[in-house]
């Protein structure tokens, strides 16, 4: 393919000729060829990238939470945890990870001081009184 472009130099008197006769006709032709010249390269990367995914999520579950509205913590994260997963294993993790109670019932601290609406009761019993409340999750 002569010319180190992988077009050669028949691709080149082609483009020439329809450059010559519709100038529009061969700007596109020239897009066209370099998208498929892209495409050829980037095939087994987007392959690759493909079968990852794949094993990524058999192998994880991934939680997009928006906490807005939640203790005062208005930030966005995502938690990836193990297959098998629950929403509240998520939850349970973002608390860990920021100290914020993700179901709006107290910080860390406050629940180890028995402050906030929880009262200092156990991690189970004040999450239900947190979702039956109304003081969980907010749009």
Do not use: C, H, K
Request: charged share 30%.
């Amino acid at each position: 393919n002569g010319n180190g472009n992988g077009g050669g130099y028949y691709d080149s008197l082609l483009f020439a000729t329809v450059a010559e006769s519709d100038p529009y006709s061969y700007t596109q032709a020239l897009r066209a060829e370099r998208a498929r010249r892209r495409a050829e390269r980037l095939a087994p990367y987007i392959e690759s990238l493909r079968a990852a995914r794949t094993d990524l999520a058999r192998e994880r579950v991934f939680v997009f939470l928006n906490a807005g509205g939640w203790g005062g913590y208005g930030g966005e994260s995502i938690v990836s945890l193990p297959a098998g997963a629950s929403v509240l294993d998520a939850l349970r993790e973002e608390e860990r990870r920021t100290g914020v109670d993700a179901l709006g019932l107290a910080s860390r601290g406050e629940r180890e001081r028995g402050e906030g609406e929880g009262g200092g009761e156990g991690e189970g019993e004040g999450e239900g009184q947190g979702r039956s409340s109304g003081s969980g999750r907010r749009r």
